[in-house]
């Protein structure tokens, strides 16, 4: 239960740096494929135009952008930044791991 509970500890203490992670993949994968750029783009001026959208956004009108919303869920996909330790049981009399032998003590 410690390693459960310290985990979620550092997960909690640690969001900022997920959430600036995340947007940050979501800004790459944008830049790095213009012409996804543009249909985020033309999809929000036609929102806007239509008044289905306000200046700022809502959250909960940003919801209804599809596009933006496939290109949050995209940028997360390939780009997780959820902390999470990889935890692993080693076997008595170690393991061979790339060519090294870990050994339990």
Do not use: W
């Amino acid at each position: 239960m410690q390693d459960v509970f310290s985990t979620c500890m550092t997960n909690i203490g640690a969001g900022s740096d997920t959430t600036s992670i995340s947007l940050g993949s979501v800004i790459y994968d944008l830049c790095r494929y213009p012409a996804a750029m543009k249909a985020l783009k033309d999809e929000i001026e036609s929102m806007e135009k239509e008044g289905k959208i306000s200046n700022p956004v809502t959250f909960t009108e940003a919801q209804q952008v599809p596009y933006l919303q496939a290109a949050i869920k995209e940028g997360l996909r390939t780009h997780t930044a959820t902390g999470l330790p990889l935890g692993r049981v080693m076997p008595l009399g170690g393991k061979m791991i790339a060519g090294r032998r870990s050994l339990k003590e």
